[in-house]
């Protein structure tokens, strides 16, 4: 297996992702279960789209392509390790909740003080316009 050395760059503190690699939080790939999102990098989606489907052996194929899609699958792997058991499924059904649990409140706040972007400082705000 040869791994590219040009993906990573050397620096005191230790390997680096270069900068022009950072539209996913780690190196390859990531699996958000707050978003239900599997993100991989632009790279590894351009390789993955390159790979004709069907069934190949894996000498047929380039190890830049057996390396993108090991990483999908990784990827793939977390998803199905969040929603493909009763703890994952409810785990990913809290944020639904509590958006919806707290929707009355986050409206009736936003009608008392209006719109700010940090409520603390909008309810302090509303307080000393009180006073």
């Known amino acids: 297996m040869?791994?590219?050395g040009n993906l990573l760059v050397e620096q005191e503190e230790g390997?680096?992702?270069p900068p022009e690699l950072h539209s996913c939080w780690n190196a390859r790939g990531l699996y958000n279960p707050m978003q239900?999102?599997?993100r991989l990098r632009p790279d590894i989606h351009k390789e993955l789209e390159s790979i004709e489907?069907?069934?190949r052996l894996a000498r047929?194929?380039?190890f830049k392509s057996i390396q993108a899609f090991s990483t999908y699958f990784h990827e793939t792997i977390h998803w199905w390790q969040h929603v493909g058991s009763t703890l994952g499924l409810m785990l990913s059904l809290i944020y639904p909740a509590q958006?919806?649990?707290n929707n009355r409140d986050l409206i009736?706040?936003?009608k008392d003080i209006?719109?700010?972007k940090s409520a603390y400082y909008a309810e302090k705000k509303h307080l000393n316009r009180r006073s």
């Open 2 to 4: 040869v791994v590219d």
């Open 15 to 17: 390997w680096v992702l």
């Open 36 to 38: 239900f999102v599997l």
């Open 53 to 55: 489907p069907g069934i």
């Open 60 to 62: 047929e194929l380039q």
């Open 99 to 101: 958006a919806h649990i």
């Open 108 to 110: 009736k706040l936003l």
């Open 114 to 116: 209006g719109p700010f």
